[in-house]
């Protein structure tokens, strides 16, 4: 065990010998954490995320407007277009009168991200207790509704208790005039009654838990929302760096077989299984410290880290000790330096990307989220998210673990039964 | 004498990328004793790596084992590896780390550490000459201190046994003297048993109790200089330079029929070097005869009155060289 130890140390001297490494290792990891972090908090963090929503009112009454700011209300992340639309256009209407079609064709081209129109009539169908279709046009799976659609289902939900409690107040004041010798109510002022009942019935509603909570913000309101941004770019660079380092490992392995400090060690009274075990310590423990220094700025900046740093900790370890094994799996095969720098960018710069590092895989068509999961990226991002967005713990992450370490185990064996020791 | 090294039947298959193989090392025995330095000499590509790398555990035989002290460097590795040092034909240290660093790292691998390193390492960079450069990092050193400190480490552990694999390679005259006189010294003054592989005649033959031929995989002649030497009788050799004129059989006959003393002759063409062929070596004659310096006068008449163009004449006594070509038909620089 002392050997294993004196040869880690040893290799991590001679790393951090090396300027370059030190760069690779610090500097640009930290500067793109901060700089994606800060971009993602700007987009995602910044307060809620931005959601344009086209909306033609045909009905132009008191209750539609009612409904509009409902609507407005239940998500401040939606933009109504065009009711809502800011001096920079953000609806990206272009001063132009926006219509149904051309709020169908907007809606069809995923240039929004849904159009709700109110239907002409809306308010009198809602006096006379009649029932009345909202329209509703999102390219968005409606099996899996989004932001908007839980919006307005939330928002029409109150809507439609408020209109029965209406309905029910009427047949109670119908029944009591009945049964009781009361003065005659004229039209204005049963109205006035129904619609008082009406919006109170609304108004308690509102106050009352929503049967929906959407959120995009972070729990922690009362930071900037730079949090969000880290939550991904941590995890994110993290895994991207740990692959740029561990793998670069390839070349260095090349390398000390030409340089024949590897065949010196054989000649020393160390068994191979010692040796190679020393050599993926080193690894692995170079990608730890990637990891550590990548989560320590995003510790810097507020990050959130769940509520289970053992779960945590398991992730990084399974992600590393699975692109160690990837690299010792590939080493044998590598001939020389050049070809193991580049196979170290196009790992690094497809698996990443690939697997949710850039960007939250959620974002992507789905059939690019099952190509996603070939790559470890994507499957420790699932555990990172289950453990900082969602505060999982380590039974939310085992099956994310057990298939880090199985594809870790294969590639250690293919790896370590290959490995070239001159 | 006791036997320090003791291979039988080493033998070591390659498999090529076509799926065929190359037989690189085919059944070698070797004794070695304590206390001698017992040089392979061969060309480049004969084996002579491949054999040490076996005996020093770098690499499985495919056939036979050899033991180191008596422990078997297949089933003993360990015990048989803390009775030897290392040196091989590459620098193997660290570029990245000073002359201090690399020999404190490789001396903590053989369980040394404290005071008892740090005075090892002490006493091996006043040996090799470099305790004024040991801070300063390896890549910043000129060959032959490369060449030193890579011997250093192989001295660390203080082994009754030091493999050295051509540590002259690459070096000036001055460093390839000093690491000559080092390897001397090393059994002389330490008792120390010396496996020296070298392409080098001269060095074979200034070092070596004992000295093993090697080509083409396998040893061909082992023993003292002298009982090798006598294996091509009492014959000089000449070596004549000639000019670019074919010598033909009929001449070659005619020389060994005519010319007393004359045994044997054996002719080297020029061959084209350089791009495009551009530039070749000069022909080469090699004469061995019984007292070649009588047998000169007339040698240079025949070739004379041939037309071959003599551009100059060695004799040379019996030598490793001699027995080398006697033995394969080829010079070792060959």
Same mark, same amino acid.
């Given at each position: 065990?002392?050997?294993?130890?004196?040869?880690?140390?040893?290799?991590?001297?001679?790393?951090?010998?090396?300027?370059?490494?030190?760069?690779?290792?610090?500097?640009?990891?930290?500067?793109?954490?901060?700089?994606?972090?800060?971009?993602?908090?700007?987009?995602?963090?910044?307060?809620?995320?931005?959601?344009?929503?086209?909306?033609?009112?045909?009905?132009?009454?008191?209750?539609?407007?009612?409904?509009?700011?409902?609507?407005?209300?239940?998500?401040?992340?939606?933009?109504?277009?065009?009711?809502?639309?800011?001096?920079?256009?953000?609806?990206?209407?272009?001063?132009?009168?926006?219509?149904?079609?051309?709020?169908?064709?907007?809606?069809?081209?995923?240039?929004?991200?849904?159009?709700?129109?109110?239907?002409?009539?809306?308010?009198?169908? $809602?006096?006379?207790?009649?029932?009345?279709?909202?329209?509703?046009?999102?390219?968005?799976d409606?099996m899996q509704?989004?932001?908007?659609?839980?919006? $307005?289902?939330?928002?029409?939900?109150?809507?439609?208790?408020?209109?029965?409690?209406?309905?029910?107040?009427?047949?109670?004041?119908?029944?009591?005039?009945?049964?009781?010798?009361?003065? &005659?109510?004229?039209?204005?002022?049963?109205?006035?009654?129904?619609?008082?009942?009406?919006?109170?019935?609304?108004?308690?509603?509102?106050?009352?838990?929503?049967?929906?909570?959407?959120?995009?913000?972070?729990?922690?309101?009362?930071?900037?929302?730079?949090?969000?941004?880290?939550?991904?770019?941590?995890?994110?660079?993290?895994?991207?760096?740990?692959?740029?380092?561990?793998?670069?490992?390839?070349?260095?392995? $090349?390398?000390?077989?030409?340089?024949?400090?590897?065949?010196?060690?054989?000649?020393?009274?160390?068994?191979?299984?010692?040796?190679?075990?020393?050599?993926?310590?080193?690894?692995?423990?170079?990608?730890?410290?990637?990891?550590?220094?990548?989560?320590?700025?995003?510790?810097?900046?507020?990050?959130?880290?769940?509520?289970? /740093? /053992?779960?945590?900790?398991?992730?990084?370890?399974?992600?590393?000790?699975?692109?160690?094994?990837?690299?010792?799996?590939? &080493?044998?095969?590598?001939?020389?330096?050049?070809? &193991?720098?580049?196979?170290?960018?196009?790992?690094?710069?497809?698996?990443?990307?690939?697997?949710?590092?850039?960007?939250?895989l959620e974002i992507v068509p789905e059939f690019m989220q099952t190509i996603g999961h070939?790559?470890?990226?994507?499957?420790?991002?699932?555990?990172?998210?289950?453990?900082?967005?969602?505060?999982?713990?380590?039974?939310?992450?085992?099956?994310?673990?057990?298939?880090?370490?199985?594809?870790?185990?294969?590639?250690?064996?293919?790896?370590?039964?290959?490995?070239?020791?001159? | 004498?006791?036997?320090?090294?003791?291979?039988?039947?080493?033998?070591?298959?390659?498999?090529?990328?076509?799926?065929?193989?190359?037989?690189?090392?085919?059944?070698?025995?070797?004794?070695?004793?304590?206390?001698?330095?017992?040089?392979?000499?061969?060309?480049?590509?004969?084996?002579?790596?491949?054999?040490?790398?076996?005996?020093?555990?770098?690499?499985?035989?495919?056939?036979?084992?050899?033991?180191?002290?008596?422990?078997?460097?297949?089933?003993?590795?360990?015990?048989? *590896?803390?009775?030897?040092? #290392?040196?091989?034909?590459?620098? =193997?240290?660290?570029?990245?780390?000073?002359?201090?660093?690399?020999?404190?790292?490789?001396?903590?691998?053989?369980?040394?550490?404290?005071?008892?390193?740090?005075?090892?390492?002490?006493?091996?960079?006043?040996?090799?000459?470099?305790?004024?450069?040991?801070?300063?990092?390896?890549?910043? #050193?000129?060959?032959?201190? *490369?060449?030193?400190?890579?011997?250093?480490?192989?001295?660390?552990?203080?082994?009754?046994?030091?493999?050295?694999?051509?540590?002259?390679?690459?070096?000036?005259?001055?460093?390839?003297?000093?690491?000559?006189?080092?390897?001397?010294?090393?059994?002389?003054?330490?008792?120390?048993?010396?496996?020296?592989?070298?392409?080098?005649?001269?060095?074979?033959?200034?070092?070596?109790?004992?000295?093993?031929?090697?080509?083409?995989?396998?040893?061909?002649?082992?023993?003292?200089?002298?009982?090798?030497?006598?294996?091509?009788?009492?014959?000089?050799?000449?070596?004549?330079?000639?000019?670019?004129?074919?010598?033909?059989?009929?001449?070659?006959?005619?020389?060994? %029929?005519?010319?007393?003393?004359?045994?044997?002759?054996?002719?080297?063409?020029?061959?084209?070097?350089?791009?495009?062929?551009?530039?070749?070596?000069? =022909?080469?004659?090699?004469? #061995?005869?019984?007292?070649?310096?009588?047998?000169?006068?007339?040698?240079?008449?025949?070739?004379?009155?041939?037309?071959?163009?003599? %551009?100059?004449?060695?004799?040379?006594?019996?030598?490793?060289?001699?027995?080398?070509?006697?033995?394969?038909?080829?010079?070792?620089?060959?």
């Amino acid at each position: 065990m002392r050997s294993i130890l004196t040869i880690i140390l040893n290799d991590l001297k001679i790393y951090s010998s090396q300027r370059g490494n030190l760069v690779g290792l610090l500097v640009i990891p930290v500067l793109l954490t901060v700089v994606i972090g800060w971009s993602l908090g700007r987009i995602g963090g910044g307060g809620p995320t931005r959601l344009r929503v086209d909306l033609i009112d045909l009905d132009g009454s008191d209750m539609s407007a009612q409904l509009i700011e409902e609507l407005r209300a239940a998500n401040d992340a939606l933009v109504l277009c065009p009711p809502d639309n800011d001096a920079d256009d953000y609806c990206r209407l272009e001063d132009e009168p926006l219509d149904m079609d051309r709020a169908i064709e907007r809606a069809r081209s995923g240039r929004t991200s849904a159009l709700i129109a109110i239907p002409a009539g809306y308010a009198a169908a $809602l006096n006379d207790f009649q029932t009345v279709t909202i329209d509703y046009y999102s390219r968005s799976d409606p099996m899996q509704p989004g932001p908007v659609l839980q919006s $307005l289902n939330a928002v029409l939900q109150r809507t439609s208790s408020a209109s029965m409690t209406k309905g029910v107040s009427s047949a109670l004041l119908d029944n009591l005039t009945n049964a009781v010798t009361l003065p &005659a109510l004229d039209g204005e002022t049963r109205d006035s009654f129904l619609n008082t009942i009406y919006h109170r019935a609304l108004q308690l509603s509102t106050y009352q838990p929503p049967a929906v909570l959407f959120r995009v913000v972070d729990a922690n309101e009362d930071e900037s929302g730079i949090d969000n941004g880290f939550n991904q770019s941590a995890p994110g660079m993290g895994s991207l760096y740990v692959m740029f380092t561990v793998l670069g490992g390839m070349a260095v392995l $090349l390398r000390e077989r030409r340089q024949w400090t590897l065949q010196r060690l054989m000649a020393l009274p160390l068994s191979r299984a010692q040796i190679l075990g020393a050599k993926i310590g080193v690894y692995f423990t170079l990608g730890m410290i990637q990891f550590f220094i990548v989560f320590a700025v995003g510790a810097a900046f507020g990050m959130d880290f769940g509520s289970s /740093p /053992p779960a945590l900790l398991a992730t990084m370890a399974a992600f590393v000790l699975c692109i160690t094994a990837l690299t010792f799996a590939l &080493a044998p095969w590598i001939k020389s330096e050049g070809q &193991a720098n580049g196979l170290v960018l196009l790992l690094s710069l497809s698996l990443a990307p690939l697997g949710g590092a850039w960007w939250p895989l959620e974002i992507v068509p789905e059939f690019m989220q099952t190509i996603g999961h070939l790559s470890p990226v994507a499957w420790a991002m699932d555990a990172f998210q289950d453990l900082i967005w969602y505060d999982g713990g380590f039974t939310e992450v085992i099956p994310e673990i057990a298939v880090l370490m199985a594809a870790a185990a294969v590639l250690f064996i293919i790896g370590i039964r290959s490995f070239k020791y001159d | 004498m006791q036997t320090m090294v003791e291979a039988r039947n080493l033998r070591k298959t390659y498999k090529r990328a076509d799926g065929s193989t190359i037989e690189a090392v085919k059944g070698v025995d070797l004794d070695i004793l304590q206390g001698e330095i017992f040089s392979l000499l061969g060309p480049n590509g004969a084996g002579k790596t491949t054999t040490i790398s076996m005996i020093s555990g770098l690499v499985a035989p495919t056939e036979g084992d050899a033991e180191i002290g008596g422990y078997s460097i297949t089933r003993q590795p360990m015990e048989a *590896k803390r009775l030897m040092g #290392f040196v091989p034909q590459e620098i =193997a240290l660290y570029p990245e780390l000073s002359a201090r660093q690399n020999l404190s790292f490789f001396g903590r691998m053989y369980g040394l550490g404290g005071k008892s390193l740090s005075r090892r390492v002490d006493e091996l960079l006043e040996f090799v000459d470099l305790a004024d450069r040991q801070s300063d990092r390896i890549d910043t #050193f000129s060959g032959g201190m *490369k060449r030193r400190v890579n011997l250093a480490a192989g001295l660390l552990n203080s082994p009754p046994l030091i493999y050295m694999d051509e540590p002259t390679v690459g070096i000036d005259p001055q460093s390839r003297r000093r690491i000559l006189d080092t390897v001397k010294m090393l059994r002389d003054e330490q008792d120390m048993t010396v496996l020296y592989t070298t392409h080098l005649m001269e060095e074979a033959q200034e070092l070596s109790n004992r000295v093993g031929i090697m080509d083409h995989g396998e040893i061909i002649a082992m023993g003292t200089q002298a009982e090798l030497t006598q294996q091509v009788g009492e014959e000089d050799r000449l070596e004549i330079m000639t000019g670019a004129q074919n010598v033909g059989e009929a001449l070659i006959g005619s020389m060994q %029929q005519e010319i007393a003393g004359v045994t044997r002759v054996l002719f080297n063409p020029p061959e084209q070097i350089g791009d495009n062929g551009s530039e070749s070596t000069p =022909a080469r004659l090699t004469v #061995f005869a019984k007292r070649g310096r009588t047998a000169l006068p007339q040698i240079i008449q025949t070739l004379d009155a041939a037309g071959i163009d003599i %551009q100059s004449v060695e004799v040379r006594e019996p030598d490793l060289e001699a027995v080398f070509l006697a033995l394969t038909g080829r010079a070792l620089r060959d």
